[in-house]
């Protein structure tokens, strides 16, 4: 985990499918004492993030859309179409 210590990462927020899209662009300042990663904005915002989170802020923008959408209920049955193209 410390090797990631000054890692920029770039959280994307969105509302909905078709919502508006905000970017917020951060690095990691520590690693706390319970293993999560103390994070700052460039807005001065803080938050302690996990090793699954950092994993998806790290990813590029288009990335971290199609894994936020993943785990939208709504959306999945986009993502179980698209998992087999077999007939049915």
Do not use: P
């Amino acid at each position: 985990m410390l090797k990631n210590v000054r890692t920029q990462i770039r959280r994307v927020f969105f509302n909905g499918l078709n919502g508006s899209t905000a970017f917020f662009h951060g690095v990691v300042r520590s690693v706390t004492a319970v293993n999560k990663y103390d994070v700052v904005y460039d807005d001065y915002d803080e938050e302690e993030i996990g090793e699954a989170e950092f994993d998806i802020y790290k990813m590029k923008v288009k990335d971290q859309v199609v894994a936020k959408l993943a785990n939208v209920q709504s959306a999945r049955f986009w993502k179980d179409a698209n998992d087999c193209n077999c007939a049915s």
